[in-house]
């Protein structure tokens, strides 16, 4: 039966048809059966009747406990989050990285490589085989060091497999990978460089407790300005996850939300749906994610539009705290 | 609405005429009686300051109006004749010094207040800015006070109401409001300033110490945490109803923003209740006190940062039976998160408290180790001979105030604000003898 079932979302992913709604109600079924401290927490409350209503697994789960679906012996890779040295980190297993891949890919090569206009979710992705036909040439230089526990690191070896170190003298255009982070480390220490023309750059992750901090248009403004590269695309993903959420084009903070996945903002007041335009935390729902937890609360801040996509404001811990007292960020 | 520099200097120019005019012929005994006339007007439920808090105060603070009205009374109810005279005896010894020469030993002795004070206030909580005015006026400076944009409404209302009880002592004092990246407007109040005081966090204390004038005096109130201890001889039946509705009280006023604020309470094991009773207790308690004095609203980054704890310990709880979580059904208005782990875990605040059992006094104090010289109150229930030998052991650790449960945020007048004297710090004395 399971692998049953991951084979229909794989093939939903590579663009079968099939049905979102019915497919995460049974990857429901199939994780609260298998997973014990998810089910122990799901019979706390209502049963639902909607994949709206599935449980959300927070992402301090993944540091607390052991979120997945079949014996972590058998798990062929293991990603963990950057956690601080008293934050434990939180430990994503994977039971195969097939699914991971297929949708890391086709995802990757639509918003980076494609010549693709942007379309709500829903849309399908061609059927992968090798690079889309429209995709221009470009060399993958990239800035994330390789890191078997790294989620980002191998996601980088799917989608650019033969990506080199970064360097300046390349004379093709070329497609520039790396986290925030290390972009602005790289233009501190004075970088600069002026790529061939259609050339592209990916950034992603934040920068939280790190020296400095600029908010996402400076940084695409400076990567445009000191690698010479028009087209940036921030990337979304993170550790507890198997999708990564892309910009919709360069300038714009819209998230694409793949067919696979869906993304909810919800209100922290209420615990219900925020209304469209409403900020609220981001809520996300990946196929994907089959052998761990289909249904992730984030601690990110975000926006919902009505055709399902998102943009992502932040993160919550990073929020101004009234009050004299110390509070738990501040003391970190 | 911001001011320029010329408002800033000519306010400064301003209060301290006023200053010099008022010098003459004022007695300290004339002051306190003002100030705590002022004070009175606030406490009547009538009361047209009260009034006007209660209208004005909810948007920038973000307290609900019942904790307005709440606040009002916990800090104009302070502000009496007799808690300004105990005061200004206990730290100077006698209040007349401020008024002439006083014998003091074999000398005869007048201290003399700061010419001008400026006062850069937090805006969490109403106490400390109003206090801070107060200590201003009960010498006799004159006094820049710069608002928080949390909380422009309880200074400048303090202010007009005292103006309407002594015209003259209100010009003593301008309230203003400028924004804090403004340096070259704070160098403008700072640059004849002979004290300053400043609240708030390490960032913006230390940016303050760098304009101030070398000379000047300067008085600090950084970020502090506060928590509580449960003896095992007050967690019986029949304590428990006012031990919880004490400390529920402690909790939730100010939406837990104030430096006195408690964010764990650990209760000793072995008595005839538990520490989970406690925890389950405090939190019908907590409900309690939000039916009546509701929390304020959140901004959506508060509220996310409080919701996210609750899912993690709420995710814990369901397989881990050392966490435990009460939260109010509707909102995250409160939440009483019990966790075995003893190590001292700062809460997000609005109103989320940890709950931790303890197996005695001399393990809290590893517990909360790492915080030594950051901890504020601590409340202790009940007061007792092992309680004032606990005491001991804090104030060794640099606690700088340990007090029952229920009275974390009614600290005396005279106490000793982040360990050291109000008054005493800024005041230079003449000796003739």
């Known amino acids: 039966m399971s692998t049953d079932l991951q084979q229909r979302i794989l093939a939903f992913i590579r663009g079968a048809p099939d049905n979102f709604d019915a497919l995460a109600m049974e990857v429901f079924e199939f994780q609260r059966e298998r997973n014990p401290n998810y089910r122990a927490f799901c019979d706390r409350q209502p049963k639902p009747a909607h994949w709206k209503e599935i449980p959300a697994v927070p992402t301090s789960a993944f540091k607390d406990f052991v979120i997945a679906c079949f014996p972590v012996e058998e798990a062929v890779a293991v990603f963990h989050t950057s956690g601080t040295t008293r934050d434990r980190a939180g430990k994503h297993y994977f039971k195969t990285l097939e699914l991971y891949d297929a949708a890391a890919r086709p995802n990757f090569e639509a918003h980076l490589l494609g010549a693709r206009a942007s379309r709500p979710f829903g849309d399908v992705f061609p059927e992968h085989n090798g690079r889309d036909a429209r995709a221009p040439e470009l060399t993958p230089i990239s800035l994330i060091p390789r890191d078997p526990h790294s989620s980002l690191s191998h996601m980088i070896d799917v989608v650019a497999p033969h990506a080199q170190p970064f360097r300046t003298d390349i004379t093709e255009p070329v497609i520039v990978l790396g986290t925030a982070f290390a972009f602005m480390n790289l233009f501190d220490s004075g970088v600069r460089a002026k790529f061939p023309a259609g050339s592209r750059a990916m950034e992603t992750g934040g920068y939280k407790g790190r020296s400095r901090e600029v908010p996402r248009r400076e940084l695409h403004r400076l990567i445009r300005e000191h690698l010479g590269i028009e087209h940036v695309i921030n990337e979304y993903g993170m550790t507890e996850l198997s999708t990564q959420f892309y910009d919709e084009r360069p300038g714009s903070d819209i998230k694409d939300v793949p067919h696979w996945a869906r993304v909810l903002i919800m209100d922290p007041q209420t615990g219900k749906e925020a209304a469209v335009g409403e900020r609220g935390m981001i809520r996300v729902f990946d196929l994907a994610n089959l052998w761990s937890s289909l249904c992730v609360q984030t601690e990110d801040i975000g926006v919902g539009h009505a055709d399902g996509r998102f943009e992502v404001l932040g993160r919550a811990a990073g929020a101004e705290v009234r009050g004299c007292s110390l509070n738990a960020e501040m003391l970190k | ?433």
């Open chain 2, 1 to 433: 609405m911001s001011v320029t520099i010329g408002q800033i200097q000519e306010a400064v120019a301003r209060t301290r005429e006023a200053r010099e005019r008022m010098l003459q012929h004022r007695s300290t005994d004339a002051v306190i009686a003002a100030l705590a006339q002022a004070a009175k007007k606030w406490l009547d439920t009538n009361s047209r300051w009260r009034a006007r808090a209660v209208a004005q105060a909810p948007e920038p603070t973000g307290f609900s109006e019942a904790m307005v009205n709440e606040a009002i009374n916990l800090t104009f109810g302070a502000l009496t004749y007799e808690a300004f005279g105990e005061l200004l005896d206990r730290e100077l010894g006698n209040r007349r010094v401020l008024d002439e020469f006083c014998l003091r030993g074999r000398a005869h002795s007048k201290a003399v207040g700061p010419r001008l004070i400026a006062h850069f206030l937090a805006g969490n909580v109403p106490p400390p800015g109003i206090l801070s005015i107060c200590y201003g006026l009960l010498l006799r400076s004159a006094n820049i006070v710069r608002v928080s944009s949390r909380d422009p409404v309880f200074p400048a209302l303090f202010v007009e109401s005292l103006r309407e009880v002594d015209a003259e002592l209100a010009d003593l004092v301008a309230v203003l409001d400028w924004p804090k990246e403004e340096t070259a407007l704070t160098q403008a109040a700072l640059s004849q300033t002979n004290a300053i005081i400043a609240y708030g966090d390490d960032n913006t204390v230390a940016a303050l110490r760098k304009l101030a004038p070398p000379e000047a005096q300067f008085l600090a109130y950084g970020h502090r945490v506060s928590f509580a201890v449960v003896a095992k001889e007050a967690m019986n039946s029949e304590n428990l109803p006012a031990l919880v509705q004490a400390a529920a009280f402690d909790v939730s006023v100010f939406d837990q923003q104030g430096c006195l604020s408690p964010h764990v309470f650990y209760v000793e094991e072995r008595g005839e209740l538990g520490p989970r009773k406690f925890a389950g207790a405090l939190a019908e308690a907590m409900a309690a006190y939000h039916s009546k004095i509701p929390r304020g609203t959140l901004s959506t980054e508060e509220a996310a940062v409080v919701t996210q704890i609750r899912q993690a310990y709420e995710f814990r709880g369901a397989s881990d039976r050392r966490v435990a979580v009460w939260a109010s059904e509707t909102g995250n208005d409160w939440t009483v998160i019990y966790e075995d782990d003893p190590s001292f875990t700062p809460s997000c605040l609005n109103r989320t408290v940890f709950v931790k059992p303890t197996d005695g006094f001399k393990r809290v104090l590893d517990n909360v180790q790492r915080f030594a010289g950051k901890i504020s109150t601590v409340g202790v229930a009940p007061m007792n001979e092992r309680a004032m030998a606990f005491a001991g052991d804090l104030a060794r650790m640099g606690v700088h105030r340990v007090c029952p449960i229920g009275q974390m945020q009614r600290p005396p007048l005279s106490w000793h604000h982040d360990g050291r004297p109000n008054l005493a710090d800024l005041v230079r004395w003449t000796d003739v003898g």
